[in-house]
């Protein structure tokens, strides 16, 4: 019972055999794909594909990838609101479940430092705005990315300002909920983000035999804080690596967070799963 709760089947490595890419997920035991948006095409599919799976087996997230940060517009914004809001309208299940991927990429984006926080930025007002979590791509930027969080958290100029825009209380509108997703910094800056309140989300880098540091992290990371991930096609874990990744081998992954915290891995993947349900509130 987990969830990948960071997969990209929307992408072109997985036209030919995704149906059974999405089977080999259920028959192990998955509950759920959060098929994460990172581009102005790649969300508009993933809002599709989760509209068009009646099983609510699929989740959808709209955001640009610190890549795409240059695409950044009012009127894709606009675009992405209407879609949610209109999501949640339909009666139904809601789809569209959070804001990302988004953040900061210092060490292979192309795009300006400025204009990469201009649109993170521009994530965060949004995703405030419609109380929905984010999840963050953070590459050598961990000060910048941590400083532009906590413009959005409580105590924040940021979010005070948005709430003074928006005429309503704080209780209304709820300050930012993020997280580090495929966490790769050190076990430090990981103790600062979970003294904030923010998640870390592991991929199958932690089966890695070089990974050493980051079990480190896997090992402290509080019980309620973490989560986890394939990010496929990127990724596989040991087992499968050098492969395509795919939302079947979060297991592996799960099956060694539960190996490094000395945990069962049945409750293991009930915890994974429940911190899941609340960050994305499924
Ligand atoms: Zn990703």
Redesign the pocket.
């Given at each position: 019972m987990l969830i990948d709760t960071?997969a990209?089947i929307m992408f072109p490595e997985f036209d030919e055999d995704r149906e059974d890419v999405i089977g080999r997920a259920r028959a192990a035991g998955l509950q759920h794909i959060v098929n994460?948006g990172?581009g102005a095409g790649s969300s508009a599919l993933s809002v599709k594909m989760a509209k068009d799976d009646e099983s609510g087996f699929l989740y959808a997230t709209v955001g640009l990838?610190p890549y795409d940060a240059l695409d950044i517009s009012d009127e894709l914004l606009e675009e992405w609101e209407k879609w949610i809001l209109a999501d949640r309208k339909g009666g139904g299940e809601r789809k569209i479940i959070a804001i990302g991927?988004t953040g900061l990429d210092y060490f292979k984006s192309n795009v300006d430092h400025e204009r990469q926080k201009f649109s993170f930025l521009k994530h965060l007002e949004l995703a405030v705005k419609l109380g929905l979590p984010v999840i963050v791509?953070n590459r050598a930027a961990d000060e910048d990315c941590f400083g532009l969080l906590k413009q959005f958290s409580r105590d924040g100029e940021l979010y005070k300002k948005l709430v003074q825009d928006c005429g309503c209380d704080e209780n209304e509108m709820e300050p930012v909920r993020a997280v580090f997703?495929?966490y790769g910094s050190t076990l430090e800056f990981a103790r600062k983000v979970w003294a904030a309140g923010f998640y870390t989300s592991f991929t199958g880098i932690i089966t890695y035999p070089s990974a050493k540091e980051l079990r480190e992290v896997v090992k402290e990371a509080p019980l309620d804080k973490f989560m986890v991930e394939t990010?496929c096609p990127?990724l596989a874990p040991q087992g499968h690596r050098g492969k395509r990744n795919e939302p079947s081998y979060v297991v592996e992954t799960a099956q060694k967070i539960a190996e490094v915290k000395g945990i069962d891995f049945e409750r293991l993947s009930k915890i994974a799963t429940e911190n899941t349900r609340k960050f994305f509130k499924i």
């Open positions: 960071h990209h994460v990172c990838h991927e791509h997703h495929c990010d990127y």
